[in-house]
């Protein structure tokens, strides 16, 4: 059975700095993605990573402020955020996808599982 949780996010002030975590359960050799989904606006890609994490891709808007990471001794994934805009704030999301590729990874509908998503709130 596949799971993902993320712990807490938070709360930051403009220019500053915030990392996520996510810890998954069941999901060997799955495509691995974060998503954001702002009030009132779509379930966005943020950044996506091959199961070997020999590629990973970036939305342009977050390109050099956010890193995607993962430690397989601990099952975790991480997206350390940097350089934080009032426009990051939104639910972030974990999700599992069997297979992705360069023109799918920041569609929602291609991963089939997620985590139960944290807020972050980056005040301006």
């Known amino acids: 059975q596949v799971k993902l949780v993320e712990p807490g996010g938070g709360t930051v002030q403009a220019g500053g700095s915030l990392r996520l975590s996510c810890t998954v359960t069941?999901?060997?050799?799955?495509?691995m993605g974060w998503f954001r989904q702002a009030p009132g606006k779509e379930r966005e890609g943020v950044a996506c990573?091959?199961?070997?994490?020999?590629?990973?891709y970036y939305a342009d808007s977050v390109k050099g402020r956010f890193t995607f990471s993962k430690d397989n001794a601990r099952n975790t994934l991480y997206l350390p955020m940097s350089t934080l805009e009032p426009e990051d704030t939104a639910m972030y999301y974990c999700?599992?996808?069997?297979?992705?590729?360069?023109?799918?990874?920041?569609?929602?509908?291609?991963?089939?599982?997620w985590g139960q998503g944290t807020k972050v709130t980056v005040s301006s």
């Open positions: 069941g999901a060997c050799n799955f495509f």
């Open positions: 999700a599992a996808a069997f297979w992705i590729n360069s023109a799918t990874w920041s569609e929602p509908n291609t991963f089939r599982y």
């Open positions: 990573m091959t199961p070997n994490g020999g590629m990973i």
